[in-house]
């Protein structure tokens, strides 16, 4: 059992002291740090993650330019700098499809790099950088005790999908969740500057995809949502049904890695108390497009502004209820909605819908990008377009140079 910050440090073990400490490196936990930091920035704050960095991390490595607004905020705004801006979007479901240019680009950067960037803008902030998994917390009377020898008044939890401080806050694992494969294949000629994602039939949403990095090669993958037998989406099915909707890929990439997306709910959940949670360990997945760094990034600025203002009045305890209230005016509407679409979007009649709505009017394509990539909702266009769409009723075309397939 764990032990009470008291006892432990009645003991005579020797117990760091920190401002706050961060679990988990990566974009919610260095986001989380740089928050905290730009708003106190004498705060010692202690960055904890399992892995050196740089490290490799599954993902899709899409960076919208949503993540690049919040980081600028901080201060991190140049972690893209260098990577080939991507200005077309491809989106497709059997013979139907349409490639429309985005109303801001979007960035391909490997993860090894971009979280290495963000932890180096964290530490040149003043965080300190610690390889240390953690394995058992608890909360007393004088802050937050981790594995018997690091306390701090405040802890912010990013240590992803299946987080120990998440299990330790008393909430449970997020139930809805998707699988996803990744890796990395010679991008082809038709594929230069476009983010591609061809629909599959299988646990709905379900794609495959194939982002041009800029640099020779593509981020490819595909992913699922998870039914009630988990255990039968396999890597052999995931590379099966990403080689089946797009052929040769699967044959021509390597470096696989799969993970769980925990998929976001319709209202953001954060227990009262001094433990913040961020990313993927606050279950903050967009469910409609398996999206996670913008509410990564999003949720750890605010998590760690929440940490630093608590802080800064002298109660720790009061953290928690800062960080609902500041996630939920940023992101409330926007999670209920999501929760809405992806749910409609299990329904193959309804993606067809909006690809053949996108495809006829550029409004609504943007209303997708930013429901699917930063914090949109479903407007009255995007509703308008859905429903003229599913009832075959043809919508004005709007800039008739788009390229549309069907």
Not at 91 to 108: E, I, K, N, Q, Y
Not at 365 to 373: M, T
Request: glycine share 14%; charged share 25%.
């Amino acid at each position: 059992m764990p032990r009470d910050p008291l006892t432990a440090a009645a003991s005579g073990e020797a117990v760091e002291s920190w401002d706050l400490v961060v679990v988990g490196a990566g974009p919610a936990g260095a986001a989380a740090a740089l928050g905290a930091l730009r708003t106190e920035p004498g705060l010692r704050v202690l960055l904890l993650d399992r892995d050196d960095f740089p490290r490799d991390k599954s993902c899709g490595d899409g960076i919208a330019p949503h993540v690049v607004d919040a980081l600028a905020e901080v201060g991190a705004g140049d972690v893209v700098d260098g990577w080939t801006p991507l200005t077309r979007l491809e989106l497709a479901r059997g013979a139907a499809g349409v490639t429309r240019s985005l109303a801001r680009p979007v960035w391909v950067v490997p993860r090894r790099t971009f979280d290495a960037r963000l932890v180096a803008h964290a530490t040149g902030a003043g965080a300190r950088l610690r390889r240390h998994r953690v394995r058992q917390l608890q909360a007393g009377a004088d802050g937050v005790l981790l594995d018997g020898h690091l306390r701090a008044p405040v802890l912010v939890g990013a240590d992803g999908a299946h987080s120990v401080v998440r299990a330790a806050a008393g909430l449970g694992e997020v139930r809805r969740r998707a699988l996803a494969i990744r890796g990395y294949a010679p991008t082809r000629d038709d594929g230069r500057g476009v983010q591609r994602i061809v629909y599959g039939d299988r646990g709905q949403p379900s794609y495959a995809w194939a982002f041009d990095r800029g640099d020779g090669l593509s981020n490819v993958g595909y992913g699922e949502l998870l039914g009630e037998h988990p255990e039968a989406a396999s890597r052999a099915l995931l590379l099966d049904q990403l080689e089946r909707l797009l052929p040769g890929v699967a044959a021509d990439g390597d470096g696989w890695r799969a993970h769980h997306l925990p998929l976001s709910q319709p209202r953001f959940h954060q227990p009262d108390g001094p433990v913040l949670l961020a990313g993927d360990a606050a279950g903050l997945i967009n469910p409609m497009t398996g999206e996670g760094i913008y509410y990564a990034v999003a949720s750890g600025i605010l998590a760690g502004r929440a940490a630093a203002r608590a802080l800064a009045d002298g109660r720790p305890v009061a953290a928690g209820a800062l960080h609902r209230r500041s996630v939920r005016r940023l992101l409330g509407r926007h999670l209920r909605h999501t929760s809405v679409t992806s749910r409609l979007s299990s329904v193959p009649a309804v993606v067809d819908a909006g690809i053949g709505a996108a495809s006829r009017d550029q409004g609504v394509f943007d209303d997708l990008v930013e429901i699917g990539l930063g914090r949109g909702l479903v407007t009255a266009r995007l509703a308008g377009g859905l429903t003229r769409s599913l009832a075959g009723r043809p919508t004005r075309r709007r800039h008739p140079t788009t390229t549309v397939t069907h």
